[in-house]
């Protein structure tokens, strides 16, 4: 999949693409305050949660992708990464003791085209929640830790060709709505009602919870900002930052999301990580930024103080 249509879009990024900035040699990027952090956008007590665990010995970075690097878009495969965030997850990906990882509701093929992820990328991929890993070429787990495939699942064939069934099922009952979609998923499928009006919305996933309720109650549902998932895999984003964690031996974790499913991973952060919520919403989160936008900003600050602590 081609990134071109993107970058172009990107008024500062016409001469030099992003991934040939140098992270490590500060006077190398091509950001205006290249000496110092741009500390002056965020209150104090966030700077200071900031340097704490830029000075961890091993960090992960998990970031969800969909409004939280990615504005939302009405056309979900159109979703892209900001060219800020792009410019920032490439150089925290950059630096020593440094894991970022995706950790998305998408399908793996899904997020692969949406995050424009290269073959040689850096970035370790967790779609469906984490039922489907992709970690970066020459990834080493831990000591002791196991990277598992989804591929793995004994039931598995018994369970798709359930999944098959209740998206075809969906798909006649309730495509004919106006503005809904259902979306089949590795998984499961999805149901998005964004444009729907809000009886109609309700009333569809009313109708597809009595659906899967009679004939896959052992699924789990989710729900998310104007949608509803069903899958007959568990993991959620609780699941899949231990995962990481585990397998990249981090000592402390950066995560940030957007909505109720990154609630499931905000939780599960102890003492020494941070949590970000993007956007509006209840949110266990310590710090809280408007948009995908100061999302890219605190990770630049985050950039520039792992780099200087990593040197
Ligand atoms: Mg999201």
Known sequence: MTNAPHNAAAPHNAAAPH???????????????????????????????????AHTPKLLVALDFDGTLSPLHDAPMEARST???????????????????????????????????????PVYLAGSHGAEV???????????????????????????????????????QFSAVPGAWIEPKRF???????????????????GTDALVAERAPHWRRRTGKNIV???????????????????????AVFFAGDDVTDEDALRTLGAGDLGVRVGGGESVAKVHVSDPEALAQLLDVLVRLRATSQS
């Open 229 to 251: 998932e069903y899958a007959f895999r568990h993991e959620g984003k609780d699941t899949a930052l231990a995962a990481l964690r585990e397998q990249t031996g981090a000592t």
């Open 83 to 121: 060219p800020e965030g792009v410019a920032a997850v490439a150089a925290l990906a950059a630096l020593p003791n440094t894991v970022v990882a995706f950790v998305s509701g998408r399908s793996m093929n899904d997020l692969r085209i949406i995050a424009e992820h290269a073959e040689d990328s």
């Open 19 to 53: 991934n040939a900035a140098a992270p490590n040699n500060p006077a190398a990027r091509g950001n205006a305050a290249d000496s110092a952090p741009d500390t002056a956008a965020f209150p104090p007590e966030t700077i200071a949660a900031l340097e704490t665990i």
């Open 134 to 172: 992709r970690p970066p070429e020459g990834f080493e787990p831990a000591v002791g830790a196991e990277i598992t495939s989804a591929e793995a699942e004994s039931d598995a064939a018994a369970e798709e060709a359930l999944r098959d069934e209740l998206y075809e099922a969906a798909v006649s």
């Open 188 to 206: 499961g499928f999805g149901v998005h009602v964004r444009l729907a009006s809000p009886a109609d919305g309700e009333a569809v996933m009313a």
